[in-house]
């Protein structure tokens, strides 16, 4: 009897424990916090990018600290604010690079529709800080390595970053606070195991310090994987999508390059992607650290540690579904202006 009584204390015991391990792995985990480093334009790729990032914050899985340009077009800062408007959530700080940047615009001209079409509080790259000042106040103010820097953009703004000196927001170097509140750096760039692509070359000194230098890990989407993920008319052809500044960007550029009949390649969805869901189950990762090269070219060495890069896993059509399933998310109120 006492063998028995035994064996099912033992039984439940067991049980417990599995329910409790069950209960700690389905555990929801809390929102990834995101500071978003972006060129938008002059591709639109960003557009789609931001949206993700929307989604999943309306889904409690990221939470969007800032949406920093690393380009200093005339309406950046205006579409920033478009967008955040849209999402619902026009008060999330915007930063533009004020020294040396670059400025190239889109040449689809989607920009000025968006801002001649929706609400904006923000009406120049002069009425928002300077990109690195919002990035120290914010990071600041974060718990330690805590914060995931997502770049889709030139690396202008981390450079200048790493360079920083200590002022009202923190007594650490540049340095020294991304090390301390930085949990990784996410960044569209590169292309790999070697190659030569748009947002590493175009700042070329800019990347090669920040890739030397900063102090976390480093996970690379590189070009190749973007350029197999075609999306976006999914979400051009649904009719119950109106009033969408990020539907007007697709309609209106998809059209203007033959090459994108079939959607536009997926550069900076990826990225997010990853930064908030994790690599798995769609990519693996390659082990190593990027070089650069003087020309802004890059390559890849093996035997060293502290970066990786994105590798296909699953089909690529996989992965084309989530981010055209995600560019479809719509907030519940869509401001327009009269």
């Known amino acids: 009897m ?18 409790a391990g069950y209960s700690q792995s ?7 916090p995101v500071i978003f480093d972006t060129d938008m334009g002059p591709d639109y790729d960003d557009v789609g990018a931001i949206t993700l990032l929307n989604a999943y914050a309306s889904q409690g899985k990221a939470s969007m600290l800032a949406t920093i340009a690393s380009s200093k077009y005339d309406r950046v800062a205006q579409v920033l604010s478009v967008l955040n408007t849209y999402f619902g959530q026009p008060d999330i700080p915007i930063g533009v690079p004020k020294g040396e940047a670059v400025a190239d615009g889109d040449w689809q001209h989607w920009s000025d529709t968006l801002v001649a079409r929706y609400p904006h509080a923000v009406q120049s790259n002069a009425a928002v800080p300077d990109a690195v000042e919002v990035y120290r106040k914010v990071l600041a103010a974060q718990p330690d390595r805590s914060v995931t820097v997502i770049t889709v953009g030139f690396l202008t703004n981390l450079a200048k970053l790493l ?30 195991p070697s190659g030569s692509e748009f947002n590493v070359y175009k700042d070329g000194v800019a990347s090669k310090k920040t890739f030397d230098q900063w102090p976390t890990p480093i996970v690379f989407s590189g070009f190749e994987i973007g350029e197999k993920i075609k999306t976006g008319i999914p979400l051009i052809q649904n009719e119950n999508i ?55 070219s890059n390559g890849w060495d093996a035997t060293q540690k502290g970066h990786t890069y994105l590798v296909k896993k699953v089909p690529v059509e996989e992965v084309t579904q989530r981010i055209n399933q995600l560019m479809m998310f719509q907030p519940k109120q869509k401001p327009v202006k009269n």
């Open 2 to 19: 006492h063998l028995i009584n035994l064996k099912l204390t033992g039984l439940f015991g067991l049980l417990l424990l599995a329910v």
């Open 26 to 32: 389905t555990a929801k985990q809390p929102p990834v």
């Open 163 to 192: 360079d920083s000196t200590p002022d009202q927001y923190s007594k650490l170097s540049g340095k020294q606070l991304v090390a301390k509140k930085v949990k990784q750096l996410v960044s569209m760039a590169g292309a790999f």
């Open 242 to 296: 109106r009033n969408s500044p990020v539907k007007d960007v697709y309609a209106i550029s998809i059209p203007q390059s033959p090459e994108d009949k079939n959607g536009r390649m997926s550069w900076d969805q990826t990225a997010v992607l990853v930064a908030v869901e994790g690599t798995k189950p769609y990519y693996d990762l390659k082990t190593g650290k990027i070089t650069i090269n003087k020309d802004g």
